[in-house]
């Protein structure tokens, strides 16, 4: 009993770390030059903080491919939205997350 659960407790960790590899727009990877991981570095200097949420997408400006990341800074309730050309890897957008996030 305790082997099942040993294995079952793995299985979700496991699975539990995959998603949070995971981002919206991820199958658009292939299409881009920048990683996810370059891209992330690239947005946190550019507005340093943690990322509350990540996505690749297709948006005008730029290649057209762009990760776009929600970093929350050390003020309570404010958020910065950082876009990142993922062909090039400049910073197309800094500035706080709009009353209608995406």
Same mark, same amino acid.
């Given at each position: 009993?305790?082997?099942?659960? +040993?294995?079952?407790?793995? !299985?979700?960790?496991? &699975?539990?770390?995959?998603?949070?590899?995971?981002?919206?727009? #991820? /199958? *658009?990877?292939?299409?881009?030059? +920048?990683?996810?991981?370059? !891209?992330?570095?690239? &947005?946190?200097?550019?507005?340093?903080?943690?990322?509350?949420? #990540? /996505? *690749?997408?297709?948006?005008?400006?730029?290649?057209?491919?762009?990760y776009s990341f929600d970093?929350?800074?050390?003020?309570?309730?404010?958020?910065?939205?950082?876009?990142?050309?993922?062909?090039?890897?400049?910073?197309?957008?800094?500035?706080?997350?709009?009353?209608?996030?995406?």
């Open positions: 009993m305790k082997k099942l659960i +040993v294995a079952t407790g793995a !299985a979700c960790l496991s &699975a539990f770390i995959l998603s949070a590899q995971a981002y919206t727009g #991820e /199958e *658009l990877a292939k299409d881009a030059k +920048v990683t996810i991981e370059q !891209a992330r570095a690239i &947005a946190l200097k550019a507005h340093p903080g943690k990322i509350a949420d #990540e /996505e *690749l997408e297709k948006e005008n400006g730029g290649s057209g491919l762009r970093i929350k800074g050390d003020k309570p309730g404010k958020t910065q939205e950082v876009g990142v050309d993922a062909l090039t890897g400049k910073v197309l957008e800094n500035k706080p997350e709009g009353a209608h996030p995406d």
